[in-house]
């Protein structure tokens, strides 16, 4: 990597790493849902196991993340660096500038949103894509829980998308950090006043539209897409028919066993086994 691309790196590190921690304190201060067992008694002593597995889980998604911050600047980052350096040359001399950073975002995110769309109707993909809507309760770490597979297959299939549309590495890093920014924001459980959340959501995607996604029935799992403009799904129709509720159930298969998640090293088996379409 060149030194432009490390000061990049590392100020979007340090930008991503600020915007999780403050969300990440926002949603503890005004949080929009409690976990399933919040809200009903408890016997004595039950508080502070749900207390420890509650953390047993922001650990677990801390961990995945781990391994993904590790790879990230071994393998995504030179895979997207090589692919900025062999663009097939279609690219208009106009589209430079905010222009063109504004047209490599769109682009970027409409490539994110059919990705996305992809890894939910294609079994083996779905085997990656199911160790993050495994999880029971979402806030700011869920953004951060994806096998490793997943992200090493989406930086390979948005290199060739690089390639195709002679994208600069400097918009693929202003698109990165700005998905992740989204991602922990739409996540997030931080209770926003409702007028303002409305209005976002004609924009970009709200927690109240991307909880819908990872609501425990299929049909609302397999919609709502979009990760950072919310068009997308209007657009190609793939809005959740219902509505966010402050007590519905996340997480595929939850129905089950609202509290239990698997161990670390099993989420980092999970694609060898078949995933459930449930
Ligand atoms: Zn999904």
Not at 64 to 92: C, D, E, M
Not at 169 to 182: H, Y
Not at 271 to 277: E, T
Request: net charge positive; aromatic share 10%; with cysteine.
């Amino acid at each position: 990597m060149d030194t432009l691309t490390q000061g990049l790196v590392a100020y979007k590190g340090v930008a991503v790493a600020a915007w999780l921690v403050l969300l990440f304190v926002l949603e503890r201060m005004m949080p929009a849902a409690t976990r399933p067992a919040d809200g009903v008694a408890l016997a004595a002593g039950q508080s502070g196991a749900l207390a420890r597995a509650g953390w047993t889980r922001v650990a677990r998604n801390a961990g995945l993340f781990l391994v993904n911050a590790a790879i990230s600047p071994l393998i995504v980052v030179p895979v997207s660096a090589w692919a900025t350096t062999h663009a097939l040359g279609w690219r208009p001399t106009w589209l430079t500038g905010w222009t063109g950073l504004t047209f490599d975002l769109v682009l970027l995110d409409l490539w994110i949103y059919w990705w996305h769309r992809a890894v939910h109707r294609t079994p083996l993909l779905w085997r990656f894509h199911v160790v993050h809507h495994l999880d029971r309760f979402l806030d700011t770490t869920s953004a951060t829980r994806f096998h490793f597979g997943e992200v090493l297959l989406s930086a390979c299939v948005r290199a060739a998308v690089i390639v195709l549309a002679g994208i600069p590495l400097t918009s693929v890093l202003v698109f990165e950090a700005l998905v992740l920014t989204a991602s922990i924001f739409h996540h997030s459980n931080w209770r926003l006043p409702a007028g303002i959340e409305r209005a976002l959501s004609r924009v970009i995607v709200t927690p109240s539209l991307h909880w819908m996604h990872h609501h425990a029935i299929r049909r609302d799992t397999d919609s709502t897409y979009g990760t950072i403009f919310s068009f997308w799904d209007r657009m190609f129709g793939s809005v959740a028919s219902g509505t966010r509720t402050p007590d519905m159930t996340i997480g595929v298969g939850a129905g089950d066993a609202p509290l239990e998640d698997e161990r670390f090293l099993d989420l980092l088996a999970r694609p060898l086994r078949r995933a459930s379409r449930r």
